[in-house]
């Protein structure tokens, strides 16, 4: 799959988001797995809201959206560690949280931050 950008017109401080898929790619499970750009990344729906989170599991690098979100959680193909949907947290394993990624929805397709950008004033 070819990534698509969004690039920022005025400042240089804007994140640049990187196409994942579409709306309709989450029916009619609510959720879907792509690779891009190097990131396993899990789409879903969650309370209204589509949300992302890093498909691998920091436990042994199972698949954490393998199986069907139920009742908020995901859980891991492979070990049965369980993933919060609203976080991406870890339930099993407070140490081993799945990174979140930041989601833009626009004009019916999703897209994520797949590189966190730093703030103003730090180094």
């Given at each position: ?73 995901f859980t891991c193909l492979w070990h ?44």
């Open positions: 799959m070819a990534s698509v950008a969004l690039h920022a017109r005025s400042t240089q401080t804007e994140p640049e988001l990187t196409r994942v898929g579409a709306v309709t790619e989450l029916e009619p499970h609510g959720q879907f797995s792509k690779w891009v750009e190097g990131h396993d990344i899990l789409v879903y729906r969650y309370d209204g809201q589509v949300k992302a989170i890093s498909n691998i599991c920091r436990h042994f690098g199972g698949p954490i959206g393998y199986h069907k979100m139920r009742d908020g959680v049965c560690y369980q993933f919060s949907a609203a976080d991406g947290s870890c339930l099993t394993n407070p140490k081993l949280g799945s990174r979140e990624y930041k989601v833009t929805v626009k004009d019916g397709d999703i897209y994520v931050q797949l590189v966190e950008t730093a703030r103003a004033g730090r180094n």
